[in-house]
Nanobody
């Protein structure tokens, strides 16, 4: 069982930056990679980006490409989502999730964090 805990959410003005962290514990040795998702009120959950634990391959949704960066600290079992040039439409609850096998851009993730709210004011 893998446990995921997000942190770093909050309120920020448009154009600002925030960094989310996702700390993983439990049977992380079986994990292939981690993804970030978000869900805005009244909308479906959407893929934001992902990173494999081995190597540094990253994947991003078009809506965040060039503004968001995913990185990981393998020793700390922690994945980060650096969000720059935030826009009001980035307002959502952000979730990290763990996947045991590829691909990271499709299919069901195996474990989910509790989510953290990001609010971007205009």
């Amino acid at each position: 069982q893998v446990q995921l805990v997000e942190s770093g959410g909050g309120l920020v003005q448009a154009g600002g930056s925030l960094r989310l962290s996702c700390a993983a514990s439990g049977r992380t040795i079986s994990s292939y990679g981690m993804g970030w998702f978000r869900q805005a009120p009244g909308k479906e959950r959407e893929f934001v980006g992902a990173i494999a634990w081995s190597g540094r391959r990253t994947y991003y949704a078009d809506s965040v490409k060039g503004r968001f960066t995913i990185s990981r600290d393998y020793a700390k079992n922690t994945v980060y989502l650096q969000m720059n040039r935030l826009k009001p439409e980035d307002t959502a609850v952000y979730y990290c999730a763990d996947k045991d096998k590829p691909p990271l851009v499709a299919g069901d993730y195996d474990y989910w964090g509790q989510g953290t709210q990001i609010t971007v004011s205009s």
